[in-house]
T-cell receptor
Framework: AQKVTQAQTEISVVEKEDVTLDCVYE???????LFWYKQPPSGELVFLIR??????QNEISGRYSWNFQKSTSSFNFTITASQVVDSAVYFC??????????????FGEGTQLTVNP | DAGVIQSPRHEVTEMGQEVTLRCKPI?????LFWYRQTMMRGLELLIY????????DSGMPEDRFSAKMPNASFSTLKIQPSEPRDSAVYFC???????????FGDGTRLSIL
């Protein structure tokens, strides 16, 4: 069975601080996909990134960066120079590449990030 | 391009009434998913379809819940009879084949009184 753990329930920072959201996953599959989604106060779920298990290269997109480490089963998300608009709940999710199971997404519990001015 | 469209955005109804939630997936997507989000249980997958066929409904809480996908551009999630514990935000998502990311609708906030 697959599992995603986001140990940080809530994080509060001051604007312009860097913040890292942790994600640890469990899976027995050797091929899998990891995702991050953002849920702002308005409630929608916004896709941020997908990473497959064979690509351990870190990724940077503007102020966002992701650190994937298979050795520790972690897929952490860092926001540099945080802004108030980054305030949201962030979900990490895992999908195993098993077409028989339809590659269902398993979500972590989410981390509520609050960026204060 | 239009995203996943859900309706209604909000629904308030009394216990025992039938509730129907609607979803229009992104054109060309062949997977459709229904999720429920609550404070207690987080995001739970209820059911998903591939090419309009239900593949896994193991997350459907009980027989009061049913979902259909009569064609590639429309799906419904029905609760009959509704109960207060069904109050939640219900999301629909769709994606293409190949472990492409799921794209979510804005959700339906359901309140059963």
């Amino acid at each position: 069975a697959q599992k995603v753990t986001q140990a940080q329930t809530e994080i509060s920072v001051v604007e312009k601080e860097d913040v890292t959201l942790d994600c640890v996953y469990e899976t027995r599959d050797t091929t899998y996909y990891l995702f991050w989604y953002k849920q702002p106060p308005s409630g929608e779920l916004v896709f941020l990134i997908r990473r497959n298990s064979f690509d351990e290269q870190n990724e940077i997109s503007g102020r966002y960066s992701w650190n994937f480490q298979k050795s520790t089963s972690s897929f952490n998300f860092t926001i540099t120079a945080s802004q108030v608009v980054d305030s949201a709940v962030y979900f990490c999710a895992l999908s195993e590449r098993q077409e028989t199971s339809g590659s269902r997404l398993t979500f972590g519990e989410g981390t509520q990030l609050t960026v204060n001015p | 391009d239009a995203g996943v469209i859900q309706s209604p955005r909000h629904e308030v109804t009394e216990m025992g009434q039938e509730v129907t939630l609607r979803c229009k997936p992104i054109s060309g997507h062949d997977y459709l998913f229904w999720y429920r989000q609550t404070m207690m249980r987080g995001l739970e997958l209820l059911i998903y379809f591939n090419n309009n066929v239900p593949i896994d409904d193991s997350g459907m809480p009980e027989d009061r819940f049913s979902a259909k996908m009569p064609n590639a551009s429309f799906s419904t999630l029905k609760i009959q009879p509704s109960e207060p514990r069904d109050s939640a935000v219900y999301f629909c998502a769709s994606r293409k084949t190949g472990n492409q990311p799921q794209h979510f609708g804005d959700g339906t906030r359901l309140s059963i009184l």
